[in-house]
Antibody, heavy 116, light 108 residues
């Protein structure tokens, strides 16, 4: 059974940093592109970033470029999102999802709240 | 950047057919994916590559894409289909994923 489990969310002050993790199981993690998608409270889905199987290609939504870094450790079956210079508008549930275009499996999400 | 436009809400009676549109400039040239999200839950992929269904998704869910509009069609709507639905594409000109604003399907 495919499972994606996010962790690392929490309350952080504006300008602060946070690192999200996503533990994958039930499939060959190193064979898939992986993505992060977020959803602000009461709002729609927003694609954030994705990363190729070997980490050689990474893409980001404009609003996080230069602040967020996506990475992965295939030996640990894990996906990460390093978030720096956080803003109030980054407050959202962050989902880890499998796939580069269509996302066929999603985690349950981890809530990031940016507030003083 | 590429913009996808969905109606905020669609209402349909049980047993009828619901059609949810997703508009975008020449969207017919892109592959469109659709997600269902119920309150408090993660999204679920219901249609990918315009019209394909993942395993486990009922045949009542179908998709089409042409010109400037993609459509998710839900036949014989059931109360359990009530949810938010999102379309998504990959914008190759900016190398970014794009979601529509979402449509709330209400089953009357």
């Amino acid at each position: 059974e495919v499972q994606l489990v996010e962790s690392g969310g929490g309350l952080v002050q504006p300008g602060g940093s946070l690192r999200l993790s996503c533990a994958a199981s039930g499939f060959t993690f190193s064979s898939y592109w992986m993505s992060w998608v977020r959803q602000a409270p009461g709002k729609g889905l927003e694609w954030v970033a994705n990363i190729k199987q070997d980490g050689s290609e990474k893409y980001y939504v404009d609003s996080v470029k230069g602040r967020f870094t996506i990475s992965r450790d295939n030996a640990k079956n894990s996906l990460y999102l390093q978030m720096n210079s956080l803003r109030a508008e980054d407050t959202a549930v962050y989902y880890c999802a499998r796939g580069v275009y269509a996302h066929d499996y999603w985690g349950q999400g981890t809530l990031v709240t940016v507030s003083s | 950047s590429y913009v996808l436009t969905q109606p905020p809400s669609v209402s349909v009676a049980p047993g009828q057919t619901a059609r949810i549109t997703c508009g975008g400039n020449n969207i017919g040239s892109k592959s469109v994916h659709w997600y269902q999200q119920k309150p408090g839950q993660a999204p679920v992929l219901v249609v990918y590559d315009d019209s394909d269904r993942p395993s486990g998704i009922p045949e009542r869910f179908s998709g089409s894409n042409s010109g400037n509009t993609a459509t998710l069609t839900i036949s014989r709507v059931e109360a359990g289909d009530e949810a938010d639905y999102y379309c998504q594409v990959w914008d190759s000109s900016s190398d970014q994923g794009v979601f529509g604003g979402g449509t709330k399907l209400t089953v009357l």
